[in-house]
């Protein structure tokens, strides 16, 4: 019989994770008491993923602030540190931020705006357009800022961050001054030692601020490469991609896990025969249209992944072929001459028109997005997502 059903994403609940575990045989024995449970079969190229939270935890990937503190103040000589770019989280940066603080005397806390570089809001750009505000070129002290703005809280989290930031450092016995301004450079007329948090720009920052005289400069990858009195680190990443753990603790980014991924692999291909493909997922890479928040706060969608994984789509758009090359057929000669030219595809479609609209995105940036959407952030219990049929298309 015909296969009624494509691709089918499925969370799958494993026991809470703990500092040691054996990751790999937990993971391998959920998804496949998951399958017995429900019925359904492993199949080859299904593809099994692991959210990064699991990773770091059974790795006891975890540091202190003061480990933080520690690390900046010798890699940012203690004094007078530029704090730019952050994003607005009490999730993601926070934690982070205290520890920044403990390891400074003062922190010129520069922010972009009128958002973050993942869409959190500080003002709306019609606030700007009314106050004939310029964010490329303005300056805005934080008195100034006040003055045109008043007072902005998060519309989901209820937080006015510049003075949630503003209060943490100063809890941390050390003095801030605030501005807002979207040119690295800016930074440098006020101290010429800085720290910049950004994501996905921090490489080009990092760039603009040394050509212009910034005497240290590290990004928060740079922070907590090497593990600080026994704490976690990653060597890759740093603190990009950690999440509070306690109010004095985060949890850093999985280290290496290229083993892991491959162990499950093997693992499930000794106790089901198939061929599977693993990945480790973070944040999805996609964007909330209503809040306007793009969802990857980490550095990567995947840190690590199966051979399999690599590359992007390969597709046919199915509704282009439909209205132009077989435009005078009905049915099952429609049907058929669409299965025949899938088959027939070449190994790379790109520039044919034929591909147009289809997705040109890395394997992992789409899977890893569909496993975040399926596992959600709270209290789903499912850290573990089995995707099937990812890899099909009309002819299967």
């Known amino acids: ?51 990064e939270s699991i990773v770091a935890r059974s790795q006891g990937n975890y540091a202190s602030v003061d480990a933080i503190a520690e690390d900046v103040k010798a890699k940012l ?12 989280s009490r999730n993601r940066f926070a934690i982070c931020l205290r520890g920044i603080a403990k390891g400074a005397k ?4 520069m922010l972009s705006y009128p958002s973050d570089e993942v869409g959190n809001h500080l003002i709306s750009v019609d606030a700007l ?18 003055e045109l703005f008043g007072e902005n809280k998060h519309e989901f989290t209820g937080v006015d961050y510049v003075e949630y930031y503003q209060n943490l450092i100063k809890e941390e016995g050390c003095d801030v001054e605030v501005i807002f301004a979207n040119s690295a450079k800016t930074i440098l007329n006020y101290t010429k030692n800085v720290l910049t948090c950004d994501i996905h720009t921090r490489a080009r920052t990092k760039r603009i601020l040394k050509e212009n005289g910034a005497e240290r400069v590290c990004g928060l990858d740079d922070i907590l490469t090497t593990s600080i009195n026994g704490n976690g680190y990653n060597s890759a990443y740093g603190l990009l991609g950690s999440n509070k753990s306690t109010e004095d603790t985060v949890k850093l980014f999985p280290r290496e896990c290229r083993d892991l991924v491959f162990d499950i692999q093997k693992k499930l291909k000794e106790r089901c025969g198939k061929d599977v493909e693993v990945m480790v997922y973070g944040d999805g890479a996609f964007k909330d249209p209503v809040g306007k928040i793009w969802e990857l706060a980490d550095p990567c969608v995947s840190p690590a992944y199966t051979d399999g994984l690599e590359g992007t789509p390969n597709e046919l758009k199915l509704k282009y072929l439909a209205d132009n090359d077989f435009k005078d057929l009905s049915g099952e000669e429609l049907q058929n001459a669409i299965e025949a030219k899938i088959k027939e595809k070449d190994g790379n479609l790109k520039g044919d028109m034929a591909s147009q609209g289809t997705t040109p995105r890395r394997l992992t940036d789409l899977i890893g997005s569909l496993c975040d959407l399926t596992s959600g952030s709270g209290d789903k219990g499912t850290p573990i997502v089995l995707v099937q049929g990812y890899f099909d298309n009309f002819t299967n």
Not at 77 to 87: A, L, R
Not at 106 to 109: G, H
Not at 131 to 145: I, M, Q, T
Request: charged share 30%; proline share 4%.
């Open 106 to 109: 003062k922190i010129v806390l």
């Open 1 to 51: 019989m015909e296969r009624k059903v494509g691709t089918i994403s499925r969370g799958v609940r494993c026991p809470i994770i703990r500092e040691g575990d054996d990751l790999a045989s937990i993971v391998v024995d959920s998804v496949l008491e998951a399958a017995e449970s429900e019925g359904f079969e492993m199949r080859d190229k299904d593809v099994v993923a692991i959210t």
């Open 129 to 146: 357009d009314e106050a004939g505000v310029n964010p490329y070129s303005d300056v805005l002290s934080l008195e100034k800022y006040r």
């Open 77 to 88: 000589g203690g004094e007078t540190i530029g704090v730019i770019f952050p994003i607005l």
